[in-house]
């Protein structure tokens, strides 16, 4: 069986973390035929800002005993309306149906979920895809500099060296309310 595991990321392997999870990202950025940044994205404060967050739980995901990815999630265990902030696959681990395993994962992981959220620039469509047709969310919000976040949690628009200059969508999947059944 290929089960899916969740291993805590302790304050130790942080770093190891965000090397891997930043290596993940600047793919979509070269796959834009960009150029990478010179600066890690995302940052290392964005992280890191995530990952010491009260409500913040980081783990490195595992199939079948193998390393394959990561995430971090924000849980609010009063509201039940949970963030996916960060989620990657390893590259060498793409493109074989492991990210959907991983979502699916995560939601038995969290069954008292009630709302999901999360967010990608407009560049990565792969992401868009993977969201909204493979895991069932919503797009809630486009954020850009005609309409800013108004939380503040994307970051500057007006630097175009991550992608954000072209906006940011922020997902919404609804959970099936097991408590209110419809009749």
Known sequence: MNEITFEPVIELALDEFKKRLQTAFSLAII????????????????????YYNKEAETYNVYKSGQRVGGIIVSINHLSNHNHLDFFFIDPEH?????????????????????????????????????YVNKCGF??????????????GQQEDLSDNS????????????????KTHKAD
Request: glycine content about 6%.
């Open 31 to 50: 796959a834009m035929n960009e150029k990478a940044s010179d600066e890690p994205i995302p940052s290392d404060q964005d992280i890191e800002r995530n």
């Open 162 to 177: 991550d992608g954000f200059d072209d906006g940011f969508f922020n997902f919404i999947k609804i959970m099936k309310n």
């Open 138 to 151: 919503q797009i809630n919000a486009f954020f850009c500099e005609h309409h800013p976040d108004p939380h």
């Open 94 to 130: 793409h493109s074989k149906g492991i990210g959907f395993e991983v979502w699916r994962a995560i939601e038995e992981k969290y069954p008292e979920t009630e709302i999901w959220q999360t967010g990608t620039p407009y560049f990565e469509k792969r992401n868009i895809h993977f």
